[in-house]
Every structure is written in structure tokens, then in C-alpha cells.
Nanobody, 124 residues
Framework: QVQLVESGGGLVQAGGSLRLSCACS????????MGWFRRAPGKERDLVAA????????YYVDSVKGRFTISRDNDKNTVYLEMNSLKPEETGVYFC?????????????????WGQGTQVTVST
């Protein structure tokens, strides 16, 4: 069973930056498209960025384009999310999971379980 461990969250002021990491174990990481999801307070968990396993092509929801960068290191079984110019409305718990094509904000995690997530709090 795949295990996911997210880290790197924290408290940051608006305009600040964070780099999230997600370490995966128990599966063949390199053959999965991977995504970062955000669960804002009182809302559903939505995809914000994804990356293909074939050629590392990124996908971003419109609201984060130009500010977030997703990347992966298949040798380390890790996917990253670099977040810049953070906004208070981006506060939430961030999770990673595998994602099926075609990517969209409504994409769901494809692994049977989730990690604990990492809390990101952006203050005004």
C-alpha cells in the first residue's frame, strides 16, 4: 500500500513562500501522475497542481499559475510544490496523491488512501 508523507507547511505572511514535499513509499512512484491538493477550511479537497510521470509536464489551476511550481524527483520518490506570493485564501491543508488524466480542479486522488497533509496558513 502506498504511503504518502507531506511536509513543509507552516505559517507565512501574505506574499511569502513555502516549499512543500511529499515522500511516497510502497509503490512504483515513477509511473504515477502526481498532484497536490488543497483542502481549505470548510471546503472540499481540490487539485491545485499536477505533473505527469511520462515527461514531467505540469498542470496548474488558473489561480496559481505563475506563482506555484510543481516538480518531482523519481529517484527520491518525492514530489514538490514551490509556492510563491501566497495569498490568505490559499490557507488550508495540502495533500499529495496520484491523479488520472485529464487533470482538472475536480480531479480526485487515485490512491486508496491519503497522507496526513501539511498545514499552510497564510496571514494577512
Amino acid at each position: 500500500q502506498v504511503q504518502l508523507v507531506e511536509s513543509g507547511g507552516g505559517l507565512v505572511q501574505a506574499g511569502g513562500s513555502l516549499r512543500l514535499s511529499c515522500a511516497c513509499s510502497g509503490g512504483t512512484f515513477s509511473v504515477y501522475h502526481m498532484g497536490w491538493f488543497r483542502r481549505a477550511p470548510g471546503k472540499e479537497r481540490d487539485l491545485v497542481a499536477a505533473i505527469t510521470w511520462t515527461d514531467g509536464k505540469p498542470y496548474y489551476v488558473d489561480s496559481v499559475k505563475g506563482r506555484f511550481t510543481i516538480s518531482r524527483d523519481n529517484d527520491k520518490n518525492t514530489v514538490y510544490l514551490e509556492m510563491n506570493s501566497l495569498k490568505p485564501e490559499e490557507t488550508g491543508v495540502y495533500f499529495c496523491n496520484s491523479v488520472l488524466l485529464a487533470f482538472s480542479a475536480n480531479s480526485k486522488g487515485n490512491f486508496g488512501s491519503w497522507g496526513q497533509g501539511t498545514q499552510v496558513t497564510v496571514s494577512t
